[in-house]
């Protein structure tokens, strides 16, 4: 989650000020992020409480969807923090996997820890490590291409 806090010209097409990214990371992740993973505070209606403050007009699953331009690519989003899972236990993966009604090698991980990659890899998933100078354009691109050479 830390870098959607620095993905800057699209979350100020979705609203969100530059300003109200720091707001965002000290209104939310500092102080609730743990008890988010755990499943002790929802995402969702934790980060609509704190976008109400910030950014009133800019929904959470618009923030997160079209602020990294994820609406392109996929349907949806599962959070672990929403299914109270903490990752890169298979527990995340296997019931993200259920609830999709997909097949692993149908599903993508987007993630900033290796760890986190390598176990959705090992479970059949397609997973791309984000990193700062991260696409998503450039990881959908060499996901692609994998495919294009594996099939």
């Not at 993905?7 to 530059?18: I, K, S």
């Not at 007009?57 to 990294?68: N, Y």
């Not at 296997?94 to 609830?99: A, G, M």
Request: hydrophobic share 40%.
């Amino acid at each position: 989650m830390a870098s959607l806090l620095t993905v800057d010209p699209t979350m100020e097409r979705v609203g969100l000020h530059p300003l109200a990214r720091t707001d965002l990371h000290r209104a939310l992740f500092e102080p609730h992020w743990d008890d988010i993973v755990t499943g002790k505070l929802s995402l969702e209606e934790k980060l609509k409480s704190v976008l109400a403050d910030i950014a009133p007009d800019l929904s959470p699953h618009r923030l997160l969807m079209e602020s990294l331009g994820l609406d392109r690519y996929c349907d949806g989003i599962f959070y672990s923090a929403a299914l109270s899972c903490r990752k890169p236990s298979t527990h995340f993966y296997e019931k993200v996997t259920e609830l999709s009604g997909f097949r692993p090698a149908q599903l993508l991980l987007i993630d900033d820890t290796p760890a986190n990659v390598l176990a959705a890899r090992n479970l059949g998933w397609n997973a791309v490590e984000w990193t700062k100078s991260s696409t998503l354009a450039e990881q959908i691109s060499k996901l692609q291409m994998a495919v294009r050479y594996i099939w």
